[in-house]
């Protein structure tokens, strides 16, 4: 197998991760280098890694550069892809910049990994609420087409960066030293002052806002849900609408998704797609759901739940649950990255 | 204004709450007596109640019995209801046991107060999740017709009682104790031993299960909305489905509902239709939406981010939080106390 010189792009929550896919999957890697915007050592699993100062000659010789870090508000990406393109890298970017331009794949390799091919340069990593939702309804489509997909989230913090895992811990913890010695009845739930994580108090709180809002009221994490699938799937009449709300989890996004198929369908059909299914892990027992505690720091996509909607001809129900910073992150994108280095 | 003889049946969290909405209402209360499986004195607000036996005499010369309690697994009203019937007083449960019974009108005040005429001596109080979704909805119903209804919900562990709020306290506390001086890179959010409240660690963790599951892999809770929704609109042809969630919030359920209008419909004319409903609270500004933390203990039903599927004709999303244990249930059964005092 070839091997390549992979550049990591931030070392945040993502660009850790990322370190601990190629190892764990014993990704080729010739030579390994960081970069971020202060130079420094980081220790990951107990290994040192050094991290140099990103710019815009970093990329000489790099075969492969995975972009998870931010520059101000855009993606590092956006000031250094063009760059790293033209020194001779495929670049990987988790950022949301790239992920509607038409000459850039956006891939869930298990959906569409044939479009890999058609890359310019750079291919971009879908938004994580959009790539477990995929990678769980991928053959439903592929076998009996999608009319419609509505879908509400259960968002981990994680998904925010690590300061918005800090913030939750935080907040927990101050309510605890605000608690202590006391019982139900005096028990305090909510803080003076938040951690301003979030726009709210997250810790027994739900949040039901993620990113920005458009003129039509929809956040921009339930716009990428819809413009994502149907370009990941390749498909523009798939109806699809979305509510994604922030709850205090550390870890793992779940999502109930309701689904319509143009085809008939029985629900044996169904549970054999999903068992069939690259990259999902199917519970057949209903008691058998998963639950993001349990998720977190797995590959798999996690469906369970089917269930038939008796009053709607073809219309099903799934939970989904798969953790956000793997799958829907860092993992996707070495799957990514796999795909290139075969095709290279 | 008339007074009645009211007693109180069952006194864990809901039953408190009675007590707490009857007094904050001015209900004109004659005598209050309070029945419990066992002889106690209670405080509440400072104020203390005497809780007695409950036995089939207890309803003599009792106007109006609110119906808060459990025996075995079953409400209290399975027990004693006949009784109280048969005693003169008109019972208000609040249990599962003969919502769905013809005989028995199902209130939303707010929705069918007008149902309230044909009890024949029982009058049942919804579920929680399905109150605050038809207050909701309401109107929208009234003026253009609900086709069909996707809710998924995000409930808080108070509507499984007051043991279960100890639970996630407990285990919220215990990782706190487990946590003492470390930092993020070393926080535990998994327990080894649960507080045994639901079937999995509640704390930093969601379960998508709440009551048992029937033989198409619905849960209790699941189907109580599809059914109840259809009795207390009084219309069997909405189509309803669901997916009931358990999230780690103490008080008041959040719930992101997806509707589709029969009749054609635009989003002013929703607006005006939110704005004049009943018990609702509307918030215009999609960053006015509603939380949980701040919900609980109020008694509107707060409705927000109301959003156009652009793909989808006559379909939106609200998102809708209330207090599941005052409009949930003690509100919504003092609500239709006092519309039985006025009848009679």
Same mark, same amino acid.
């Not at 107990?46 to 991290?51: A, I, L």
């Not at 033209?86 to 959906?111: H, S, Y």
């Not at 605890?176 to 951690?195: D, F, M, P, R």
């Not at 716009?223 to 550390?250: A, L, N, Q, Y």
């Given at each position: 197998?070839?091997?390549? &010189?992979?550049?990591?792009?931030?070392?945040?929550?993502?660009?850790?991760?990322?370190?601990?896919?190629?190892?764990?999957?014993?990704?080729?890697?010739?030579?390994?280098?960081?970069?971020?915007?202060?130079?420094?050592?980081?220790?990951? /699993?107990?290994?040192?890694?050094?991290?140099?100062?990103?710019?815009?000659?970093?990329?000489?010789?790099?075969?492969?550069?995975? #972009?998870?870090?931010?520059?101000?508000?855009?993606?590092?990406?956006?000031?250094?892809?063009?760059?790293?393109?033209?020194?001779?890298?495929?670049?990987? +970017? !988790?950022?949301?910049?790239?992920?509607?331009?038409?000459?850039?794949?956006?891939?869930?390799?298990?959906? &569409?990994?044939?479009?890999?091919? /058609?890359?310019?340069?750079?291919?971009?990593?879908?938004?994580?609420?959009?790539?477990?939702?995929?990678?769980?309804?991928?053959?439903?489509? $592929?076998? #009996?087409?999608?009319?419609?997909?509505? %879908?509400?989230?259960?968002?981990?913090?994680?998904?925010?960066?690590?300061?918005?895992?800090?913030?939750?811990?935080?907040?927990?913890?101050? %309510?605890? $030293?605000? !608690?202590?010695?006391?019982?139900?009845?005096?028990?305090?739930?909510? %803080?003076? $002052?938040?951690?301003?994580?979030?726009?709210?108090?997250?810790? #027994? !709180?739900?949040? *039901?806002q993620i990113g920005g809002f458009? +003129?039509?009221?929809f956040t921009s994490e339930e716009m990428k849900?819809?413009?994502?699938?149907?370009?990941?799937?390749? +498909?523009?009449?798939?109806?699809?609408?979305?509510?994604c709300?922030?709850?205090?989890? #550390?870890?793992?996004?779940?999502?109930?998704?309701?689904?319509?198929?143009?085809?008939?369908?029985?629900?044996?059909?169904?549970?054999?797609?999903?068992?069939?299914?690259?990259?999902?892990?199917?519970?057949?027992?209903?008691?058998?759901?998963?639950? *993001?505690?349990?998720?977190?720091?797995? /590959?798999?996509?996690?469906?369970?739940?089917?269930?038939? /909607?008796?009053?709607?001809? !073809?219309?099903?129900?799934?939970?989904?649950?798969?953790?956000?910073?793997?799958?829907?992150?860092? %993992?996707?994108?070495?799957?990514?990255?796999?795909?290139?280095?075969?095709?290279?």
């Amino acid at each position: 197998m070839k091997q390549a &010189n992979v550049a990591v792009v931030g070392v945040g929550a993502v660009g850790i991760e990322m370190l601990r896919c190629l190892k764990q999957r014993k990704f080729p890697v010739k030579t390994l280098r960081l970069f971020g915007r202060s130079a420094r050592d980081i220790t990951v /699993d107990g290994e040192t890694y050094k991290v140099e100062v990103i710019g815009k000659n970093s990329f000489e010789g790099i075969d492969i550069a995975l #972009f998870a870090g931010t520059e101000g508000e855009k993606g590092a990406a956006v000031t250094y892809a063009k760059a790293a393109v033209k020194a001779g890298a495929v670049v990987i +970017d !988790n950022g949301a910049d790239f992920r509607m331009k038409k000459t850039v794949p956006l891939v869930v390799p298990e959906v &569409n990994r044939h479009t890999i091919k /058609d890359n310019q340069g750079i291919i971009a990593n879908p938004n994580c609420t959009t790539i477990q939702m995929l990678t769980a309804l991928n053959q439903v489509h $592929k076998r #009996f087409g999608l009319k419609q997909i509505i %879908l509400c989230s259960y968002q981990a913090v994680s998904g925010a960066g690590k300061q918005a895992c800090i913030g939750l811990m935080d907040e927990t913890v101050a %309510l605890g $030293k605000q !608690n202590v010695g006391t019982n139900y009845e005096t028990y305090a739930k909510k %803080l003076e $002052k938040t951690s301003g994580a979030f726009s709210a108090q997250i810790a #027994f !709180n739900v949040i *039901p806002q993620i990113g920005g809002f458009d +003129d039509e009221g929809f956040t921009s994490e339930e716009m990428k849900v819809v413009h994502e699938t149907k370009k990941i799937m390749g +498909d523009k009449k798939i109806k699809v609408s979305s509510t994604c709300v922030r709850v205090p989890v #550390f870890g793992a996004h779940s999502e109930a998704v309701y689904f319509v198929t143009r085809e008939n369908v029985t629900r044996e059909q169904l549970e054999k797609a999903f068992k069939e299914s690259e990259g999902v892990c199917y519970a057949e027992k209903p008691e058998d759901f998963a639950k *993001p505690l349990d998720v977190e720091g797995k /590959d798999a996509t996690y469906v369970s739940r089917l269930r038939a /909607d008796a009053q709607n001809k !073809n219309a099903f129900w799934i939970w989904v649950v798969a953790d956000n910073i793997r799958k829907g992150a860092a %993992l996707n994108a070495v799957q990514i990255a796999e795909d290139v280095l075969k095709r290279k």
